[in-house]
């Protein structure tokens, strides 16, 4: 190996330690299976397959300027700027915490898919919409590294929030042996307020959409 590639592994490392924890071990090991399911990473990410063009039955506002800049390693999916401040992680934060309703329709737990810190889950996996169950009842959690999330959504529903500008596909959405359901979505963390309130709209529709 050349001293220009032990550079060039180096950095990519260090890159990779940079984006937090998230579903994979915090070590060379973690970095390793991250890199090898980069190839696998490479779809398009703004189209979510069996879904319309533009979602069907929800009018949400088009988000304003561009989309983030996003790492290149599939696991941990993060973004790499146009992040607002601690506050607003905070917020999105207490906003999924006090969904889990006193009724126990939803609960917290520990996230299948980031494997540290909670995500919501639907309660009764029996009452689940189809795309909740293929997660064991999990709806969506925070990355409180940054304030993005990832939520699953019904398909046109998905579909209509990458549209609109506020998300993406995760890059191994759809890959059945990672147990990632097709409508797995990032949104997008919170630059100010007003991007708050209208991730809270898209939290409280992916909620309403996850029992049957």
Known sequence: MTRG???IVRRDYAAWTDLGPGGLPA??????????LRPLSR???TTVRGAGRHGLGWNLEQRPGPRPEIAPHPIPHRQLNGRGPSSLIDRM?????AKASTDGLFHLSRSRFE???????????ADAAPWISRTKGEVLHVHETEGSLHAVMEPNDAQTVISAGWGE???????????????YVFLYAPRDSDDAE????????????ATT
């Not at 070590?27 to 090898?36: E, P, T």
């Not at 596909?169 to 409508?183: D, Q």
């Open 115 to 125: 494997r540290r810190g909670d995500a919501l889950y639907v309660s009764d996996t």
């Open 5 to 7: 590639t032990v550079e």
């Open 198 to 209: 209208r991730i809270e709209l898209i939290i409280e529709r992916a909620l309403s959409t």
């Open 27 to 36: 070590n060379v090991g973690g970095w390793l299976i991250a890199s090898a």
């Open 93 to 97: 934060v207490a906003v999924v915490e």
């Open 43 to 45: 779809r398009d990410r």
């Open 169 to 183: 596909l995760h890059p191994l959405a759809g890959r059945p042996f990672l147990g990632l359901p097709e409508t």
